[in-house]
């Protein structure tokens, strides 16, 4: 495992968090778009907006903030683990917001309520599975 100083993780952190940002905002656009515009359920929006986000949070994340050349070797590995993870997270992400709209809470909020939660969750499962140097 590569170990970083305090400096190099407060970095690596900006980074993870730019990646998040990317997915989150890209995300957030293209939810607003097909979900009040184009007049699509809050569902389908979501899911477009997650496809893009993800890819987009997944080079960031890959090819940036946890980049390693001992990842290299891994690349399906790495990938497969992504694809894994973030399959779980679509389940539960759909559950909070969809949980929160059937109270009256609009999907708008519930994607930060969302966020909020997965910022801390993802950190943790990337940095110690998903792009853990083998």
């Known amino acids: 495992m590569i170990r970083l100083d305090n400096k190099n993780r407060l970095i690596q ?7 998040g940002g990317l997915w989150f905002v890209s995300g957030y656009i293209i939810f ?4 009040s515009i184009l007049g699509w359920t809050w569902w389908q929006a979501k899911l477009l907006a997650d ?10 994340q890959r090819y940036l903030t946890f980049n390693t050349k001992k990842l290299y070797k891994h690349e399906g590995q790495n990938r497969g683990r ?16 969809g949980a ?3 109270v009256g809470i609009t999907p708008y909020i519930g994607m930060f309520v969302a966020a909020g939660v ?7 499962w990337y940095r110690w599975w998903v792009f853990k140097p083998q």
């Not at 952190?13 to 990646?19: C, D, I, N, S």
């Not at 997270?89 to 559950?95: A, E, H, Q, R, S």
């Open 32 to 35: 607003a778009i097909c979900y």
């Open 100 to 102: 929160l709209h059937a």
């Open 118 to 124: 997965f910022t801390v969750w993802n950190y943790f």
């Open 51 to 60: 496809v893009v986000g993800l890819t987009l949070n997944y080079m960031v």
């Open 13 to 19: 952190l900006a980074e993870y968090l730019f990646g």
């Open 82 to 97: 992504y694809i894994l993870l973030s399959g779980i997270n679509i389940v539960l992400d759909y559950l909070i917001v």
